[in-house]
C-alpha cells in the first residue's frame, strides 16, 4: 500500500523559514517526479515545484528563488525548503506522485504565515 506522510508544517512570520518533507512508503520512488502542490481554501491546488526522477527542479513563477526541493532516494524522502516566506504562501501543502497514471497523494501540511 503506498502512502505518502508531509510534515514540518506550522505557524511562522513572513520572512521567515520551513522545511517540509514527504516520507514516501509503497512505491518504486527513485523512479518517479515528485511534486509539492498549494491549497488554499476555495481554490484548486497548485503546483510550486517539481523534481523530476534525474533531480531537474522546477517551480511556478510565485516561489522561485524562494522555494528549494530536494529528494533523497536512499530515505524515499522529499523535501522543500521555503525561505522568505510571505503570507500568501498560506495553505495547505500536499506531496504527489503519479504512477501508472494514477494520483497519489499525501494528507498534507498546514504552513500559515503570519504578517
Known amino acids: 500500500q503506498v502512502h505518502l506522510v508531509e510534515s514540518g508544517g506550522g505557524l511562522v512570520q513572513a520572512g521567515g523559514s520551513l522545511r517540509l518533507s514527504c516520507r514516501a512508503s509503497g512505491v518504486n520512488f527513485r523512479l518517479h517526479p515528485v511534486d509539492w502542490y498549494r491549497q488554499v481554501p476555495g481554490s484548486q491546488r497548485e503546483m510550486v515545484a517539481r523534481i523530476d526522477s534525474s533531480g531537474r527542479a522546477d517551480y511556478s513563477e510565485s516561489v522561485k528563488g524562494r522555494f528549494a526541493i530536494s529528494r533523497d532516494n536512499v530515505w524515499t524522502t522529499s523535501h522543500l525548503q521555503m525561505n522568505n516566506l510571505r503570507v500568501d504562501d498560506t495553505g495547505v501543502y500536499y506531496c504527489?506522485?503519479?504512477?501508472?497514471?494514477?494520483?497519489?497523494w499525501g494528507r498534507g501540511t498546514q504552513v500559515t504565515v503570519s504578517s
Open positions: 504527489h506522485i503519479k504512477r501508472a497514471g494514477n494520483d497519489l
